[in-house]
């Protein structure tokens, strides 16, 4: 089946500094990457969508300075947190979309950020 | 786009009855029903999805029902046991192609022993 790999599964960062989150699709091509972010007991949020080769679509609301997202090939993925703030702290959840299948989401297994 | 409902935020049930979760969609043109299930701390797994060709789907004692003229479809548990305690999420997509899932707010399920 669709694997996809997400890493770190936990971070703890200080205030001001940048996490990068990553997610691989182990055995499909990824076309179409989505970044969720989920807050404690709250549901997934969508902050942006991804396609290979181009410029990440955010969310209203989502600072694309804030989160720089990455998706250069069909394997993989990023997104970087930068100057995290104790407000970013949140469970962040990739989701890769295989390229011709209109009903395959792969979730990552998610990255806990805490922000001190 | 879409968006989607769910109901109720929490439910409570005794070990072996039936719980059952429900969502309404807006977008008459969605044609995927998935639903999830999220321990703490992990990722969302699909427990069932549904397609917009058929209006029933069952594996062993979970259950989607769909009903595309009112726009709802359903999760049924039957025979509930504490390991089913956990926040489920009905889903469906943002729009046509390829577009995220927009999610509902979740449901807290607890099977209570």
């Known amino acids: 089946g669709a694997v996809v790999s997400q890493h770190p599964s936990r971070v703890i960062c200080k205030s001001g500094t940048s996490v990068k989150i990553e997610c691989r699709s182990l055995?499909?091509?990824?076309?179409?990457m989505f970044w969720y972010r989920q807050f404690p007991k709250k549901s997934l949020m969508l902050m942006a969508t991804?396609?290979?080769?181009?410029?990440?679509?955010?969310e209203q609301g989502v600072e694309k300075d804030k989160f720089l997202i990455n998706h250069a090939s069909l394997t993989l993925s990023t997104l970087t947190v930068t100057s995290a703030h104790p407000e970013d702290s949140s469970f962040y959840i990739c989701?890769?979309?295989?390229?011709?299948?209109?009903?395959?989401?792969?979730f990552g297994s998610g990255t806990r950020l805490t922000v001190v | 786009g879409e968006n989607v409902e769910q109901h109720p935020s929490t439910l409570s049930v005794q070990e072996g009855d039936s719980a059952v979760i429900k969502c309404t969609y807006s977008?008459?043109?969605?044609?995927?029903f998935p639903w999830y299930k999220q321990e703490l701390g992990k990722r969302p797994q699909l427990i069932i999805d549904?397609?917009?060709?058929?209006g029933e789907k069952k594996d062993q004692r979970i259950a989607v029902t769909l009903n595309k003229t009112a726009k709802h479809f359903s999760l049924h548990i039957t025979e509930t046991q504490p390991e089913d305690s956990a926040v489920y999420f009905c889903a469906a997509p943002w729009n046509s192609g390829n577009t995220p899932l927009v999610f509902g707010k979740g449901t807290r399920l607890s099977v209570i022993a």
């Open positions: 977008d008459s043109a969605s044609n995927y």
């Open positions: 549904i397609r917009s060709n058929v």
């Open positions: 989701s890769a979309k295989k390229a011709g299948d209109p009903y395959g989401y792969t």
């Open positions: 991804s396609n290979e080769g181009s410029k990440a679509t955010y």
């Open positions: 055995d499909f091509q990824a076309t179409t």
